[in-house]
């Protein structure tokens, strides 16, 4: 495996760090990663991240689990052993939708979280590396990859002078426990400037 | 001062003291990283001794039958199910928390739904106990799931309300489980990044599944919070309205009413409601997390619990005037003689279900009473009860006097297996969680976290001070030119 360049800093506002990701990036800097103690709404777009397409695999997995239910029932009760409940057709559809409606439910479940876990590469014994054990505590910390023009100390200074209270240069060895952004993230355009998830000003 | 997160002044902070977000950390990862207190061993050895009295109650029954209890013909169903209905309507307090609430956007919710969706959890495994026993031959359990065997294969009835009970409680645990779990792993994570000693390196760094808190996976778990909660919303709601179809399906009288599902979710969240209230009042003392669960929630969950127990009362008048209104004699006979007459043999439980669920919830209009931690602490005991006792009224005054007079003598009381199998849930719902305060944060760190800014005290008091001055003055101290 390759070892990488990156340049981390320290944030300990988001207010602060908002304005820095735009900067960063408007500078022509490339952010590999920015890890955060929890979920900011907007940094994902400030970031020029793709939107996730969690919520459509979680429908596909659904009406996976509706046509599931309907068909095995209507198989089941209807060609493979017909009974006769009180004289009432073999085909009763009303009487199905609780059962339909429970095995929706439990496919796109399921069927996300084992998603999500596969995107994020989550799973029990994986040992991933994250730049500052702070991170999940009370530190954003921005990390920049270094390529060979990068210059480290301009770099760090100009991390410094947007708001980074510590930064630091660290060399990793790259691979899938690190992230690869590259797919996901949008050039940065002038209309990011005005989009969501920009911070209020006043 | 950045004015990202503005919350109206009006609401009360949701955080109290002057916090950061390391101190967050701090306060809650405390309980879980110090030694486990004396209280606490004394606590959960307790739970494990009833828990063992409740499988010794269990054991003698798979070993000579439910003929250990006292169920009888036309009361077939008496304890165990009561008990399922009950622990089942428990759970669904920690999903209305945690998944209805996130969609209504509520702020206060942060506080107490880590710890709610936990007892969802253990609520739904000591609920699945009873109709598992309760088939007797216990081994064959898996009769009830529709897969290929060698009579024919023959397969279940899906058209049976006690069919969509097997699938509607199994999605719920499964769906509860993956929603709580998936809510932990950065919590957990935080406690890995925090762990010096070697085996709570191993174990959290296992239980966090190498959780990073990249901004990628932030806005998947977004996601998946969000679609999670939007399905666990109507399935939450669907678990107990199929649970009132095994009996609103019946023909029984005192079953056979189409109010039974709006009713039942209200009556479970009512009790869910109280059985929270039991825990965090306790939880929040012992633990010293007061400053997370605030007297402000206690009262935001005593509105809600006013306001499900009115519900409840309308829906008992409402099956009342419809058995008048019905003309229907057995109806009357249910509702009039069977309970609401005080002399009849159990007129009694439904004055205790009227009394504590109807009656006196409503102390809960004024301010005070809703704010006093004692008085909610009794009120959660005595909503419990009540509930208990509703679900009893309906199954056993409904069936111990049935069409058949002649079969009406005998009057159903539980045996000491009953008893103890009930008492039995209570020490594995306490021993779970004991364990589950021990290991895991009881609060929601990462969400606590990102409410801070917008509703923690000593954020909210910088706000009053940007309030109190006029326009002017803030423009010129905190505006900038955005035009030329």
Request: glycine share 8%; charged share 15%.
């Amino acid at each position: 495996m390759a070892v990488k360049k990156f340049i981390s800093g320290n944030f300990y506002d988001e207010a602060v760090l908002f304005p820095a990701v735009k900067k960063v990036r408007r500078a022509g800097y490339k952010i590999h990663d920015v890890y955060t103690p929890f979920a900011i709404h907007g940094l994902d777009k400030a970031m020029g991240l793709r939107d996730t397409s969690l919520h459509t695999a979680g429908f596909i997995y659904a009406i996976t689990g509706t046509a599931t239910a309907v068909g095995f029932i209507t198989w089941a009760l209807t060609v493979d052993w017909q009974l006769n409940f009180g004289g009432k057709p073999f085909f009763s559809l009303p009487a199905w939708i609780p059962i339909t409606f429970e095995l929706t439910v439990l496919f796109s479940s399921i069927g996300m979280v084992l998603t999500f876990c596969y995107l994020c590469q989550l799973a029990p014994f994986v040992k991933k590396d994250h730049f500052n054990l702070r991170s999940t505590d009370d530190t954003f910390v921005m990390v920049l990859e270094c390529t060979d023009k990068t210059n480290e100390a301009e770099a760090m200074s100009f991390l410094q002078s947007i708001g980074a209270s510590e930064t630091q240069v660290q060399y990793k060895e790259t691979g899938w426990w690190l992230g690869r952004y590259d797919k996901n993230t949008r050039r940065f355009e002038r209309k990011d400037l005005s989009g969501a998830g920009e911070p209020v000003h006043l | 001062m950045s004015l990202l997160r503005y919350e109206s002044q009006v609401r009360p902070p949701l955080v109290e003291g002057d916090k950061d977000y390391h101190q967050v950390t701090e306060d809650i990862c405390r309980p879980v990283e110090a030694r486990p207190t004396k209280a606490w061993w004394i606590g959960f050895l307790i739970s494990v001794a009833v828990l063992a009295f409740g499988i010794l109650s269990v054991t003698m029954e798979v070993i000579y039958g439910t003929g250990q209890w006292n169920l009888h013909k036309t009361v077939g169903w008496g304890w165990d199910i009561t008990n399922f209905v009950w622990w089942i309507g428990i759970g669904h307090a920690g999903t209305l928390i945690s998944a209805i609430l996130l969609l209504f956007r509520q702020g206060w919710r942060t506080g107490v739904n880590r710890a709610a969706e936990a007892m969802t959890i253990f609520a739904v495994i000591c609920a699945g106990q009873f109709p598992i026993w309760h088939m007797g031959r216990v081994w064959n359990a898996f009769f009830v799931l529709p897969y290929p065997n060698t009579r024919g294969p023959l397969w279940v009835n899906f058209n049976s309300p006690l069919l969509w009970d097997v699938f509607a409680i199994s999605t719920y645990f499964t769906v509860s489980l993956l929603f709580w779990y998936s809510g932990l792993i950065p919590d957990l994570a935080t406690l890995r990044d925090r762990a010096r000693k070697k085996w709570r390196k191993l174990f959290y760094g296992i239980a966090a599944l190498g959780w990073t808190g990249s901004t990628k996976h932030w806005q998947r778990h977004e996601a998946l919070s969000l679609v999670l909660a939007g399905l666990s919303t109507p399935l939450v709601l669907s678990v107990h309205t199929i649970v009132s179809f095994d009996f609103a399906t019946s023909v029984v009288p005192g079953w056979h009413t189409t109010i039974f599902p709006p009713y039942f979710v209200a009556g479970a969240i009512f009790s869910g409601f109280a059985m929270v209230q039991t825990l965090l009042v306790i939880t929040r003392k012992v633990l010293g997390l007061e400053e997370y669960i605030t007297i402000e929630h206690i009262d935001v969950m005593n509105k809600v619990i006013v306001l499900t127990g009115s519900i409840v009362g309308i829906a008992y008048l409402t099956e009342l005037f419809m058995a008048w209104y019905s003309a229907v004699e057995y109806e009357n006979f249910a509702f009039f003689e069977n309970r609401l007459n005080l002399n009849s043999p159990y007129g009694w439980s439904y004055w205790i279900m009227m009394g504590c669920n109807v009656l006196s919830p409503q102390i809960f209009w004024f301010r005070k009473m809703r704010r006093s931690l004692i008085l909610t602490f009794f009120m959660s005991i005595l909503i419990n009860i009540g509930m208990w006792f509703e679900r009893f009224v309906i199954i056993v005054t409904s069936v111990y006097r049935d069409y058949l007079p002649s079969a009406w003598a005998t009057y159903y009381t539980p045996t000491i297996w009953e008893v103890g199998f009930y008492m039995g849930t209570f020490g594995l719902f306490f021993t779970c969680y004991f364990l589950f305060s021990k290991f895991f944060p009881v609060i929601a760190l990462a969400e606590i976290k990102h409410i801070l800014k917008r509703s923690g005290e000593h954020y909210k008091e910088k706000m009053d001070e940007l309030e109190e001055e006029s326009t002017e003055e803030f423009v010129e101290k905190h505006g900038h030119d955005h035009g030329a």
